[in-house]
């Protein structure tokens, strides 16, 4: 059945509504033969403006995840959380329904509409932005290590390797956020594949851009790549030559001449953890004396090099230092604190902030997440956090 106008007026003067407060334009909406599409059928994603944007403009959203994983949604830069949000409000698909605001723009004399339903929904997916899952490229990546170009392991196919679009396709994260991480993890594209190299071939590489500066006695504020390729091409490949470089360096450019500007705080970071990566524990007075004796001449050891990296125990004697890297440690926020708090019952700020500051999301503190998981008192006039829940 179709209404009339008067049906129309008839049900907004019992409403107590002034149709002169009203568009003239009515819609009646009604379940026709053709209303197919029943709730599950279809499902509505909750987009803020500027992923609607995105869309608009022929980008595409992605959803990522394997069986056992939460699903995210993934633009080319950000991550979030795929959470359904239940409504009490029914809500209806109506192909070309249109809006107030398009209405008003026709200027459409007074009409009535008459609308079929196309089907109804009571839930839709709720987007929230979380930090990408990164942890699991790192774990895909030391599968199969880079040691060299003549290593047996290169000899050997059957071990796995990842491409750009393996890594996309597996890792929870946005496209920007994979390669950043890539970055971060010194990984490198070699034939197609990215990989991590294994720790002592990257080390051995160091040694040897670190003993032709020596000998050359350049700065390493300016050291030149064209020479360092003609110099150690025949122990290594200018590839890997120029990506230890770019691990260790700032890349810059000179009257047409490209130089590498190395970091004492990486090198140092670098040697401390193969120092430390065979030793439970060291001693730290002893550890701070091979340290320094172990990086190139000239370049000064500090104990906040190694934040994220290892660990002082000054309640022990002697004093002790140990491995203890960030990326280690879980992803998870409430598994992140009952690692830490398992391993130390009480800890100051500056001790913890290292291993947590990386789970800070947008608009969030170290001190907003330290308040959430832990409980602070003051021990010896110093200011320390411990679990709240019993750590088994």
Request: glycine share 6%; charged share 30%; proline share 4%.
């Amino acid at each position: 059945m179709r209404r009339t106008r008067d049906e129309v007026d008839a049900t907004l003067q019992i409403a107590k509504l002034n149709a002169a407060e009203l568009l003239p334009t009515v819609h009646c909406l009604g379940f026709g033969p053709g209303a197919s599409a029943a709730a599950g059928d279809f499902c509505l994603l909750e987009l803020e403006p500027s992923l609607c944007q995105q869309l608009e403009a022929g980008h595409s959203l992605v959803i990522r995840g394997d069986k056992d994983e939460k699903a995210v949604l993934c633009s080319k830069d950000k991550t979030y959380d795929l959470k359904i949000a239940d409504t009490s409000n029914m809500l209806l698909f109506i192909p070309g329904c249109k809006t107030p605001d398009q209405m008003k723009m026709e200027e459409t004399q007074c009409n009535i509409i008459h609308t079929e339903i196309f089907g109804f929904s009571n839930n839709y997916w709720e987007l929230r932005r979380c930090r990408p899952k990164l942890k699991k490229l790192k774990k895909l990546l030391m599968e199969n290590t880079y040691e060299g170009p003549d290593s047996q392991k290169e000899k050997d196919s059957n071990h796995s390797k990842y491409t750009t679009e393996d890594l996309l396709d597996q890792i929870q994260a946005s496209e920007e956020e994979i390669m950043a991480q890539l970055q971060v993890l010194n990984a490198c594209e070699i034939g197609g594949y990215w990989r991590i190299l294994e720790f002592d071939y990257e080390m051995k590489l160091l040694n040897h851009i670190t003993q032709l500066v020596d000998s050359e006695s350049w700065s390493f504020s300016k050291v030149p790549l064209n020479t360092c390729l003609q110099e150690l091409g025949p122990l290594e490949t200018e590839e890997m030559i120029g990506h230890c470089l770019k691990c260790y360096g700032k890349r810059y450019t000179e009257e047409g001449e490209v130089y590498f500007e190395l970091s004492a705080d990486k090198i140092c970071r670098a040697t401390a953890e193969m120092l430390l990566q065979n030793a439970v524990k060291f001693n730290l007075a002893e550890f701070q004396e091979v340290w320094q004796q172990s990086v190139p001449e000239g370049v000064i050891t500090r104990l906040d090099q190694l934040k994220g990296l290892a660990l002082v125990d000054r309640h022990s004697r002697p004093e002790i230092i140990f491995l203890l890297k960030v990326d280690d440690l879980p992803e998870d926020n409430q598994e992140r604190f009952n690692s830490l708090f398992s391993l130390r019952e009480k800890w100051t700020e500056e001790d913890i902030a290292p291993y947590i500051e990386d789970l800070c999301g947008e608009k969030q503190t170290i001190g907003a997440l330290l308040t959430k998981y832990s409980r602070s008192s003051i021990q010896n006039g110093v200011k320390v956090y411990n679990s709240r829940r019993p750590i088994s």
